[in-house]
């Protein structure tokens, strides 16, 4: 069964190669395991992205296709 | 002035990080990279791009985001995109969100596209509704 769980972040290194993580785990003895953080707020600062809105892309590219219930 | 025409094709940008975590399952690797591929060579067409459910009933919640099937027009798997414009301007873009499976098999602990990207916008796996 998968719970709903808060997901811990950390950032290592130093000027541009700092890097943010996600931990994945802590061992018993307090050994971290870490990925690296692929949330959409870390995805936009890596590509130094600000939001648009569906409404505004529609209006550069026109209508997309409506929601179909999939998800 | 008339107005400026619609482009029918939009660019799209990858994210490192998160394309190699979602290219580590071996299965559908070449659908992702093949169309990635042309993605970044011809850019999306509009014509296949739909907006993501507010509110899906596996409990995903991904307003604002579009997504395609891959391959088009209804193939198993999906690209879910962020919509994004460079800070420095520029037009509106599409920011890759997540890979994956549209359906992946009952009993599998695999995420499907939709949980993926739920859990990058939100920081949190999907809850399902009560039934």
Same mark, same amino acid.
């Given at each position: 069964m998968v719970s709903e769980h808060a997901i811990a972040r950390v950032r290592l290194g130093h000027d541009d190669a700092e890097r943010e993580y996600v931990v994945m785990s802590e061992e018993p003895d307090g050994t971290l395991v870490l990925r690296p953080d692929t949330a959409a707020e870390a995805i936009r600062r890596r590509l130094g992205s600000a939001p648009a809105t569906v409404e505004e892309f529609e209006a550069e590219y026109g209508r997309v296709l409506p929601p179909d219930g999939e998800g | 002035m008339a107005p400026r025409p619609r482009l029918a094709r939009a660019p799209v940008v990858f994210d490192a990080e998160a394309w190699a975590e979602d290219l580590q =399952?071996? &299965?559908g690797r070449e659908v992702a990279v093949d169309s990635r591929a042309r993605l970044e060579r011809?850019?999306? =067409?509009? &014509?296949?791009l739909r907006a993501c459910d507010a509110e899906g009933r596996d409990g995903t919640r991904l307003a604002g985001c579009l997504k395609v099937y891959l391959p088009p027009p209804a193939g198993p798997w999906g690209f879910v995109f962020l919509l994004g414009r460079s800070t420095d301007g520029g037009p509106a873009r599409l920011e890759f969100l997540a890979f994956g499976l549209r359906h992946p098999p009952e009993g599998t602990r695999r995420p499907s596209v939709y949980a993926i990207a739920h859990r990058r916008l939100h920081g949190r796996v999907p809850r399902p509704p009560a039934s």
């Open positions: - | =399952p071996a &299965s011809e850019g999306q =067409p509009v &014509s296949e």
